[in-house]
């Protein structure tokens, strides 16, 4: 069972555009967090969000908690080559340790 | 910044083998995490260790595998009799406290079993 699922797969954007991924879940969270992950390493941490409807910006990135704390979103503003990566969001729920984490989103910003 | 180191980088060991994984989380942290992913799938819990005992790990951790901090800054993962299937990155994560508090990771151990 897919408890987290993050949209897109793939996205693939000319430098400068906007986007946005999503992270879905028929589950409440306590927190998510959005992490980074470069092949070869570990998941570097971009935020994390714990109020149902709490948006938090680092940047040209803006991060949305779901009002029901089920669902999350990471939009990006003028979108750069540096900004290429791997995407995961991850959920703590309520009277657990473990991060249970999406699949993620492999973005590509073209030059 | 503080940050979690692993080593080693990188482990090859032959299937049956004991293999440990070694942590240092980041100092003031008490909650201690392994998770590991599997080639081309996602990051998937073990276990998290709070105040020298397991407080929760999943399916994947079974009686193969053992967590001890045997002093105050390593953190190790154990695996007594490797099995093919058990090749993955391994991360370790430490964070703070459980609430929300986030957990902060390790770049891993890449663990291949011939």
């Known amino acids: 069972t897919q408890l987290l699922e993050q949209s897109p797969q793939f996205l693939s954007i000319q430098e400068g555009e906007n986007l946005t991924v999503y992270c879905n879940s028929s589950s409440v969270f306590s927190s998510l967090q959005w992490y980074r992950q470069e092949p070869g390493e570990g998941p570097v941490l971009l935020v994390t969000?714990?109020?149902?409807?709490e948006v938090k910006k680092l940047k040209r990135l803006t991060f949305q908690f779901g009002d029901a704390r089920k669902d999350s979103s990471l939009h990006i503003t003028a979108a750069q080559p540096g900004d290429t990566g791997l995407y995961l969001c991850a959920g703590v729920q309520a009277g657990s340790y473990q991060l249970t984490f999406g699949k993620g989103t492999k973005l590509s910003v073209i030059p | 910044e503080p940050e979690v180191t692993q080593t080693p980088s990188h482990q090859v060991t032959q299937m049956g083998q004991e293999v440990i994984l070694r942590c240092v989380p980041i100092s003031n942290h008490l909650y201690f995490y392994w998770y590991r992913q599997i080639l081309g799938q996602k990051v998937e819990f073990l276990v998290s260790f709070y105040n020298n005992e397991i407080s929760e790990k999943s399916e994947i951790f079974d009686d193969q595998f053992s967590v001890e901090r045997p002093d105050g800054s390593n953190f190790t993962l154990k695996i007594r009799s490797t099995k093919l299937e058990d090749s993955a990155m391994y991360f370790c994560?430490?964070?703070?406290?459980?609430?929300?508090?986030?957990?902060?990771f390790g770049d891993g151990t890449r663990l291949s079993i011939l």
């Open positions: 994560a430490s964070s703070p406290n459980r609430d929300d508090q986030p957990q902060h």
């Open positions: 969000v714990v109020t149902g409807g």
